[in-house]
C-alpha cells in the first residue's frame, strides 16, 4: 500500500453545507492557510491517510461529475474554487435528496505527495460543543450553558468522511483513497455508502494492506474457535504465521496449511475452506509496513482473566519469556529476572 509520508497542502476552499436551508453557503475566496489553521488541516490530513479504514478504489466507468470535475483540477484545466463550489453543490443536491445526510462544512484541499499531486474532499460533520452564555437580570449576571451544533471536529477526532484523488493514468491500480464509514443510525436513516457509490462513483478494490490484515484476522478466528482448548498448538500456529508475514513476501495458503497440519488431512481442509469463506484469496501479498507495526506489541488475554502487553523483541527473547509445553494442550508462560515492577 502507498502509505503517504510528505504532505504539503498548496491551497484549500471550505463551504458550509446546511441541511436546513435551501442552498448551500459557498466561498469566494481561498482559506487563509496562517499557521494554525495549516496544522489543523494538516493534522486531519495525516491521520485520515494513517486511518485503518482507508481503502483504494477506482472510479467507475460511467460519467460521473466528481471524477470529470477533480481531474479537471488536477490536469491544470481549472481552478480550486470554482471546482470546489461545484464539488460542494453536487454533495447538497445528494444531502437533500437523501433527507438526513448530516449537515457538515465541505473542505476541499489541494496537497502534494510524494507520489505526486492529490484532489482532498473531507467531510467534515458537526461537533456538539458547549460553551457559556452570560446575561444580566435585575443587574445580577446569569452564566448559563449552551449547546453549539456547527463545531468542527478537532484535529484528534476521526474524519467519517473523506477521499484523495490522483491524476487519472492509464494501468493505474487505483485513482483514490477513500473512507467511508457508517453507523447504525447511518443505515437506519439513510442507508449506507452513500459518499462511495452516489457522490464518488467509485468502487472500492482491494490492497495489499487489507488482504493481510483479512488473512491474519481469519487466521485468529479459525484459532480461537478450533483451538479454544488447546493453547500449545494454538502458540505454535500463531508463531508460524507470525514468521511466515516477516519473511515471506506472499502467503500462500495451502502450502502454510500444509505446514501447519502435516498429516490432519481434514484439519488442513477445514483452515483452507475457513479463510476461504471470510474473503481471504489462495495467494495473499503481504503488506510489510503494516505486519511491522501490527507485530510491534504483542497483546495476550490469558484465560480471560489475565492481559499481558508485550513488545515483540521481549516476547521472543527466551532470556525474559519462555514458552514451556506440559503435553496436555496447556503451556506456562514464565516471565524471567524481573527486577522491578509497578501497579497500576
Known amino acids: ?69 477533480s481531474q479537471e483540477y488536477l490536469n491544470g484545466m481549472n481552478n480550486l474554487l470554482e471546482v470546489s463550489k461545484e464539488l460542494s453543490r453536487q454533495m447538497f443536491i445528494l444531502m437533500k435528496s437523501k433527507g438526513s445526510i448530516p449537515s457538515c462544512d465541505l473542505l476541499i484541499v489541494s496537497i502534494s505527495t510524494e507520489f505526486g499531486p492529490m484532489l482532498g474532499i473531507l467531510k467534515l460533520d458537526y461537533i456538539k460543543n458547549y460553551t457559556h452564555s452570560v446575561d444580566f437580570q435585575d443587574n445580577k449576571i446569569d452564566i448559563n450553558i449552551i449547546p453549539q451544533v456547527t463545531g468542527l471536529p478537532v484535529s484528534s477526532q476521526k474524519i467519517q468522511k473523506c477521499a484523495f484523488i490522483k491524476p487519472i493514468r492509464e494501468e493505474q491500480e487505483f485513482n483514490l483513497m477513500v473512507i467511508d464509514k457508517s453507523n447504525n443510525k447511518d443505515k437506519e436513516e439513510y442507508g449506507t455508502n452513500y459518499f462511495i457509490t452516489s457522490y464518488l462513483g467509485c468502487s ?42 516477516k ?35 489462495e495467494q495473499v501479498p503481504v503488506d510489510k509496513a503494516w505486519v511491522e507495526k501490527k507485530l510491534k506489541r504483542v497483546r495476550l488475554k490469558i484465560d480471560k482473566d489475565i492481559d499481558l502487553y508485550i513488545n515483540e523483541e521481549t516476547y521472543n527473547d527466551n532470556e525474559r519469556m519462555e ?22
Open 247 to 281: 519473511e515471506d513476501e506472499h502467503i500462500d495458503v495451502k502450502a502454510l496449511s500444509e505446514d501447519l497440519f502435516k498429516e490432519e488431512h481434514q484439519t488442513k481442509q477445514d483452515f483452507i475452506e475457513f479463510v476461504a469463506a471470510h474473503g481471504v484469496e
Open 323 to 344: 514458552i514451556q509445553r506440559n503435553g496436555d494442550g496447556s503451556i506456562n508462560i514464565v516471565i524471567k529476572h524481573v527486577i522491578n515492577y509497578i501497579e497500576k
Open 1 to 69: 500500500m502507498e502509505y503517504i509520508k510528505e504532505i504539503t497542502i498548496n491551497e484549500a476552499v471550505l463551504h458550509i453545507l446546511d441541511n436546513s436551508s435551501e442552498e448551500p453557503l459557498l466561498n469566494e475566496f481561498y482559506l487563509d492557510l496562517n499557521e494554525e489553521t495549516y496544522k489543523f488541516l494538516l493534522r486531519h490530513i495525516e491521520r485520515c491517510l494513517k486511518d485503518e479504514e482507508l481503502k483504494y478504489a477506482c472510479f467507475n466507468p460511467e460519467r460521473n461529475i466528481v471524477k470529470e470535475l
Open 204 to 245: 472500492v478494490v482491494n490492497n495489499e494492506r487489507d488482504m493481510t490484515r483479512n488473512f491474519v484476522s481469519a487466521a485468529e478466528n479459525w484459532t480461537r474457535d478450533r483451538l479454544s482448548e488447546d493453547a500449545d498448538s494454538a502458540e505454535k500456529l500463531r508463531s508460524t504465521i507470525k514468521k511466515r508475514l
